[in-house]
């Protein structure tokens, strides 16, 4: 329970590291960024924020291996001392107009850094935390590892209506924006004094010392496969975590990132109405996650993934057309939390179910890169393209396109099988 609520704890700080740059882009995009329209500053801040997730997979392959080999603990370690370095980047970085070209350069900089963290937190995250939950309660604990990340993107959201209570508009474009990133690194520097603390998986000491037993009997036969073309060996496995992962992650991003831009750029509430709005919903989706992860424990992970798939194919055009037409703040919220409900179809069970999918030594890469390169393509660009749609003045493709992947993951789920009946896999 100590290790699971010290990795939890960690991967929410992590989160809300990675959330603090897309809930404050409002503020600090005139700062690196100072021509063009608010639409095409936004998009400027969300290309570097879709180009951080480019370094997910470069992350996910990177910790992955190294948790498969040294260990679930070691990888978390490593993963949330990035995140602070990149934090404390963005905070120290001067504007636009005092180093021109130089500060949008290190904020890139800092969000690849952050990047490579995040990337690698997901895979061993989720890896550990399904690793160190029972049998019979697995999904529910599992879903901590999404109530964590979306715990973060709160917990950004708070600290952003807090400061729009505190500060004035000016004063949070010009300084205040700075406070959440120094806020986000000395919360990692605590989350990484948790992580000290933290014991191992009991799946990975017995691989590990499964392996030490074949080293001293294996003297002098062929090498084992590297880590990667032992990947290779489970072709099924990873293309169902792509599969899994590319409507649930577009959706998912779609209706938390986005949506609170969305709010104040189509549908024509203020920063701070957007922002509050965007925070109840989140706190009602928090609630949302363990919910689903313990049905997944009674009726199997593939009727709550099904539940998904099907919500989000046919509702997310009819939702998003609302949502665009509404005034009332009441009822946009009321629409995103019916969206985040269905999302959470995918989000609280997906890390058990891509962990049920892999033996333990190659869990944490197997879990992690496919998933990142996925959330690189889709998810990572979801704010990129919506905005690029509404620049053109074809905004409701970007409804459809959402659509779109959406069944193709629901054509997955239709054709994967259960992974909870796999009752032994962890302890591989």
Known sequence: MRSIVSGSIGNLVEWYDWYAYSAFALYFAPVFFPSGDTTAKLLNTAAIFAVGFLMRPLGAWLLGIYADRHGRRAALLLSVQLMAGGSLLIAATPGYARIGVAAPALLLLARLVQGISVGGEYGTSATYLSEMAGLKHRGFWSSFQYLTLMGGQLLALLVQLGLQQLLTPAQLGDWGWRIPFVIGALAALGALYLRTHMGETAAFEQHRLGLATAGAEAEGRAPSPSQMRALMQHPKAVLTVVGLTLGGTLAFYTFTTYAQKFLVNTSGFSK????????????????????????????????????????????????????????????????????????????????????????????ALGVGLPFALTVAIFGGTAEYVALYAKNQGVEEWFYWYVTGCALLSLLVYWRMSETRAEKGRMAE
């Open 272 to 363: 701070e109405q957007a922002t509050l709005i965007s925070f109840g919903v989140m706190a009602v989706a928090l609630l949302f996650q363990p919910l689903l992860g313990a049905i997944s424990d009674k009726v199997g992970r593939r009727p709550v993934l099904l539940m998904f798939g099907i919500g989000a194919t046919l509702g997310t055009v009819p939702l998003l057309r609302l949502l665009a037409q509404t005034q009332d703040a009441w009822e946009a919220a009321g629409l995103l939390i019916a969206a985040l409900f269905v999302v959470s179809g995918y989000t609280s069970i997906s890390a058990v179910v891509k962990a049920e999918l892999f033996p333990t030594e190659i869990r």
